[in-house]
């Protein structure tokens, strides 16, 4: 008599990528109630109700993205139902979106008590990936919502963005606080970041078993530099499209920018800082400078796949248009060799649908000055990286490493990030050897257009599994949305 099946599925001839180890192991993964229960070589078929063949395909744990925006630029409810598509299609399985009040989002001013219930309802139902918020708090009021944030919602994770202390989104902005709907009498300036820092560190103190978890992440420009050179930029013929964006948000204001926050990070005893997406060698520099500078703080550094694939020379101009700028090729080969040189800690999207009709100027659309700033890019994540750092010697397990496991340690999401017995099943399964072109027409987005139109990557994502559910297999996503909300507290 046979022993009745004890797993719910079986996926036989998995090459497994683990980011603890640099050998790619052939195994069987045995799927019961959403978590990986069995990893063996040969698990007997007897044992599943289902059994798929992954045919000796690359198995990378589901991808963490780290950095995304939903909500910012489209209704958020919509934007979650096509960009969580979009993210499946490129073996993401976990979608961390940075939210605030203000202009764009849902354009509303006020308390988070009132606008992150608003913010959950409008996502409940229309992911197809797993998800969590990081929130920004805008207002001094935020500040003082942080526990409540935390302790309600399990929001461990917070944002300054630096620059908005005289910039809006796109460009100069005398009216802060029309852009960010705070009161006539409140700024968003250094005090603000400083006393932000002050209520995560007692966030910190008061919960001592999430400490490690808890952390604030910035956006680093100086605002004073990008208004002065974008005005000089402005007015030198000689540069247009992205090399003039670039010159426009120069290098030096991020090292600017992540000295302030170090120092204030230093000052505040605010432990856990995450610097996003640096574009430049000196914003590298800068980072690792201070990291010696102030060895007690955990500083994590992020790079985007954006400014990973894409120079100032990409013919896709306007459409790249982004904060930090896409630069020069010179450092996006430095944030190549930072990344080799395990100076990265992860590697994300940053992805931000903006629609063809809202990304250009109909009238003027080479206009970089009128362009709008972000792109979405979050279904090229593992075949942009996987392509190009195959190119560079990478190891797969340093992919997994960077994509997977350790955004979901800082983030406090437990159960992701690894291919191991009693983590979530997220699986991507990737033939590292197809190449294919990037076509905009063939992504679930709704952007309609990407910045990497044309690029031939190598290293296609084949299917991509949630908590053990087929969701995305040889270019269609599959079934309803059954993304649950991440509660991290």
């Known amino acids: 008599m046979t022993e009745p099946p004890v797993l719910d599925k079986i996926i036989k001839n998995v090459r497994v990528v683990s980011p603890h180890n640099d050998a790619v192991e052939l195994c069987d993964l045995g799927i019961k109630d959403g978590k990986f229960a069995q990893i063996a070589p040969n698990i007997s078929p007897d044992q599943g109700i289902e059994i798929i063949d992954a045919k000796n395909l690359l198995g990378f744990p589901g991808l963490v993205d780290a950095h995304m925006h939903i909500g910012i630029y489209q209704p958020l409810d919509q934007d979650a139902a096509t960009e969580s598509k979009a993210a499946a299609m490129g073996g993401v399985t976990t979608s ?25 309802a409008l996502s409940a139902g229309n992911f197809f990936v797993d998800y969590s918020y990081h929130i920004a708090p805008i207002s001094s ?24 202390g005289g910039y809006g989104l796109h460009g100069l902005s005398d009216q802060q606080n029309l852009f960010l709907m705070i009161n006539k009498e409140e700024r968003y300036d250094f005090a603000h970041f400083e006393f932000i820092m002050r209520g995560i560190t007692r966030l910190m103190a008061e919960h001592p078993e999430a400490r490690d978890y808890i952390s604030l992440s910035l956006h680093c420009e100086v605002a004073e530099i990008l208004n002065a050179y974008t005005k000089i930029v402005q007015n030198d013929s000689s540069l247009t499209g992205l090399p003039a964006y670039s010159a426009a948000r120069p290098p030096h204001s991020e090292g600017l920018a992540i000295s302030i926050a170090s120092y204030l990070a230093h000052e505040t005893n605010c432990a856990n800082i995450n610097l996003l997406h640096l574009s430049s ?25 954006g400014h990973l694939l894409l120079d100032v020379d990409t013919p896709n101009g306007t459409w790249a248009k982004v904060n930090p700028p896409i630069r020069p090729r010179a450092d996006v080969e430095y944030l190549w060799q930072a990344v080799l040189n395990n100076q990265i800690d992860w590697i994300v999207s940053d992805h931000a649908c903006c629609s063809a009709e809202q990304k250009r100027s109909g009238k003027d659309p080479n206009n970089i000055w009128l362009a ?7 279904e090229y994540l593992l075949s942009g990286v996987l392509s190009e750092g195959s190119k560079r010697g990478m190891s797969y397990s340093q992919m997994a490493k960077l994509l997977s ?18 983590y979530d099943a997220d699986l991507v399964l990737v033939d590292p050897h197809e190449s294919f072109v990037v076509r905009a027409a063939e992504s679930e987005s709704q952007q309609g257009y990407t910045p990497f139109e044309g690029m031939e990557l190598t290293g296609r994502v084949k299917s991509t599994f949630l908590r053990g559910n087929l969701i995305y297999e040889n270019g269609q996503v599959i079934g309803s949305p059954t993304g649950r909300y991440l509660k991290r507290s």
């Open 372 to 378: 709008k700033s972000g792109f979405g890019g979050t």
């Open 96 to 120: 961390l979106n940075y939210i605030r009040t203000g202009q764009y989002y849902l354009n509303k001013g006020g308390s988070y008590r009132d606008f992150f219930p608003e913010v959950l």
């Open 141 to 164: 009021q935020h500040i003082e919502e942080i526990p409540l944030l935390f302790s309600e919602y399990g929001v461990t994770s917070f944002k300054i963005f630096m620059f908005y």
């Open 405 to 422: 496991w350790k955004p979901s340690r800082r983030f406090g999401l437990l159960t992701k990030g690894d291919i191991a017995i009693g």
């Open 281 to 305: 060698r000196k914003a590298i520099e800068a980072a690792l400078t201070m990291q010696t500078a102030f060895p007690h703080i955990k500083f994590r550094r992020e790079v985007t796949v």
